[in-house]
């Protein structure tokens, strides 16, 4: 399934409800797909939301220690990040920059992106937490370790 599509439709029908700068970001990637200024690969996109799906999980809250459940709006940022591609099917969003307000999952998305890259990026993937105060980064530190003391994989090992 198309997530950017979907999402970029519910925008546009008013479902979704989203601010101008996304607006324009979904347009314009709609529009660089159509003209051909790049290119969409499908198995890309899912692996990455496939393996946040079935390898990431609440660290937090009630929901804890449910596997993560990502939404549309996760779905088709995701697609953007990794399913956007250049003729030579390398990705074309390499670096992406995420403001979002207080208590709304940054880190729980973030660290959940992290492990991904952590374990399935490839020989060399840098992977930085930044933050104003160390206490912050390490949210996102702790929480990409819990997800992986708690999936199965890495207890079978």
């Not at 700068?21 to 314009?28: A, D, K």
Request: negative net charge.
């Amino acid at each position: 399934m198309n997530y950017i599509d979907s999402y970029l439709e519910g925008i546009r029908n008013g479902s979704v409800i989203v601010g101008r700068w996304i607006r324009l970001l979904y347009e314009y990637i709609a529009d660089g797909l159509n003209d051909g200024a790049f290119y969409f690969n499908q198995n890309k996109a899912d692996e990455v939301i496939n393996f946040i799906e079935s390898h990431c999980y609440h660290t937090e809250g009630p929901l804890a220690p449910n596997q993560l459940k990502l939404e549309l709006w996760q779905k088709a940022a995701l697609s953007v990040m990794y399913g956007i591609v250049d003729e030579s099917d390398k990705r074309v969003f390499r670096e992406i920059l995420f403001v979002m307000a207080r208590k709304n999952g940054k880190s729980l998305f973030a660290s959940s992106v992290a492990k991904y890259e952590w374990q399935k990026g490839g020989y060399g993937a840098r992977i930085f937490c930044i933050a104003p105060k160390l206490d912050q980064t390490a949210i996102i530190y702790d929480s990409i370790w819990n997800q992986t003391t708690l999936d199965p994989e890495y207890k079978a090992l």
